[in-house]
């Protein structure tokens, strides 16, 4: 009932959520002869990966102020990490996440194709889909950027400043075994962030760009 581990316990249902919307297709796919999804099964993956996805970019950011407040305001932790905050905070979220997902994924899948079916990739992922629409998607792709700055940009700089403090407290701990418990606590985290920004950075700041397709894929 901390709130560490009320945020871990959400973070969890999402990773478990990311792979079960994905990986039994994809296997399924690799197994036999038969590459094919429907468009309903398409659909559906589309908003699953679009939602998941920014509920997550929102969720490591909140895990970042909820490890500022642990490490630089140790004794007001508990008051300011209250239960009612920790519910607010992950409920706006799901909002955001699943909100972004309802604007970004029929506008994607509405897209003409020209009769075109074969997508180049493991997954309904939103940049492939666009890639194969048979018309101008310098809109779309723009609309993209700007949705992104909020879902992606905003939380990863205010992850970095976050941290920024959290290394300046971390410094100021005499102990060195302090130090390293701090340290630890923040480790596991900044990897997640690491590695899940990185790779939605890269895919997503450049949807429409067919030179990172072969990049993207092997980051998905």
Wanted: aromatic residues 10%; contains cysteine.
């Amino acid at each position: 009932h901390t709130p560490m581990y009320f945020l871990l316990t959400h973070l969890s249902f999402l990773d478990l959520s990311f792979t079960t919307s994905s990986i039994p297709q994809l296997l399924y796919n690799l197994h036999g002869h038969d590459k094919t999804i429907s468009y309903t099964g398409c659909a559906i993956q589309l908003f699953l990966f679009l939602a998941l996805g920014g509920v997550e970019c929102l969720l490591l950011a909140i895990m970042a102020y909820d490890r500022f407040v642990a490490v630089c305001k140790p004794l007001h932790y508990m008051v300011v990490m209250n239960p009612r905050l920790c519910v607010s905070l992950v409920l706006v979220a799901w909002g955001c996440g699943v909100a972004n997902s309802l604007a970004m994924s029929p506008v994607t899948l509405h897209l003409p194709r020209c009769g075109h079916r074969s997508i180049d990739h493991f997954l309904c992922e939103m940049p492939t889909l666009i890639r194969m629409a048979c018309v101008n998607t310098a809109a779309i792709e723009g609309t993209i950027f700007v949705l992104a700055v909020g879902i992606v940009l905003s939380p990863l700089a205010f992850i970095l400043v976050s941290y920024g403090y959290i290394i300046r407290a971390v410094l100021q701990i005499h102990s060195a075994s302090g130090r390293h418990k701090a340290f630890n606590t923040c480790s596991s985290h900044l990897t997640v962030v690491s590695l899940f920004y990185g790779n939605i950075i890269y895919i997503y700041m450049q949807p429409g760009n067919s030179s990172s397709q072969d990049h993207g894929k092997f980051l998905t």
